[in-house]
C-alpha cells in the first residue's frame, strides 16, 4: 500500500542568521525534544552496495546502541579537499570503549591545521542537546551560524558525540557544477536501466576529445 509523505516546507527568511545551523533552530518545533534525522540537501548519496543497509540506517544504529547527544557521518578524504568540510578529531580506542567517540570537530580548517581526514559529511542523527546548543545563534567561522560548532561546543562540554565512517553508499556532495555533473553520472551508473547507455556515451565523448 503506498502512502502519501506528510511534508512540511519552513522558509528561511532574510532576517534570519546565516549559516547552515539556522534551518535546525527553524526546524525546533517541528522535532520537539525528540531525536531527528538530518540531511543536507545538496548531498546525494547513491546505495551502491544492497548488502549493507542505507547511510542513514547505519547511523540510526549507533544511535539506538549508544544515545549519544549527535551521530555525524564521517567520510576520508584527500589532504586538498579537507578544507571543504568539517574535521574529525577521534579518542583512541585506549581512551574510550565507545567506536568513532570525537574528541573534536573542526570547521572547514586549512590542511595543516585539520586533526585528521575524516571529513563532516552529510547525514546526522541529532537531538535536543544539539538544538539548544544552536538557540544560543553562537557565530564562528566567517560570522556564520555552524552545525559544527554547536556540536563541537557539546563535545567539550563532556557530551557525547560519534562520527563513524558507513559503507555501501557512495557520498556525492553537489556544490557546484563539476560535482552536479558527476551526481547525475553516478545515479544513472548505478541505475540498471541507464548504466549500458551512459557507460558507452561516456566512452564515446571520451574519444572524440
Not at 563532556?158 to 556544490?175: D, E, I, Q, R
Request: a neutral charge; one cysteine or more.
Amino acid at each position: 500500500m503506498k502512502h502519501k509523505a506528510d511534508i512540511t516546507i519552513y522558509e528561511q527568511k532574510d532576517s534570519d542568521p546565516y549559516g547552515n545551523g539556522t534551518p535546525f533552530i527553524l526546524a525546533r518545533k517541528f522535532v520537539g525534544k525528540e531525536p531527528f534525522a538530518a540531511m543536507w540537501g545538496d548531498d546525494i548519496m547513491v546505495h551502491t552496495d544492497k548488502d549493507h543497509p542505507l547511510c542513514l540506517r547505519q547511523m540510526i544504529s549507533y544511535f539506538e546502541k549508544y544515545e549519544p547527544s549527535a551521530v555525524m557521518s564521517a567520510i576520508k578524504v584527500p589532504k586538498s579537499e579537507i578544507s571543504r568540510y568539517g574535521s574529525f578529531d577521534y579518542y583512541s580506542k585506549k581512551e574510550s570503549e565507545i567506536p568513532y567517540h570525537v574528541r573534536q570537530l573542526v570547521e572547514k580548517p586549512s590542511p595543516e591545521e585539520a586533526p585528521s581526514l575524516f571529513a563532516n559529511a552529510c547525514r546526522f542523527v541529532l537531538t535536543y542537546d544539539v538544538l539548544q546548543e544552536l538557540r544560543k545563534k553562537i557565530k564562528g567561522k566567517d560570522n556564520e551560524i555552524w552545525l559544527t560548532d554547536a556540536v563541537d561546543r557539546l563535545i567539550q562540554q563532556g557530551k557525547t558525540v560519534m562520527a563513524p565512517p558507513w559503507v555501501g553508499s557512495t557520498w556525492v556532495p553537489v556544490g557546484d557544477p563539476l560535482r552536479w555533473l558527476k551526481a547525475n553520472i553516478v545515479v544513472a551508473l548505478n541505475h540498471s536501466e541507464y548504466r549500458e547507455d551512459v557507460s558507452k556515451m561516456i566512452k564515446d565523448i571520451g574519444s572524440k576529445m
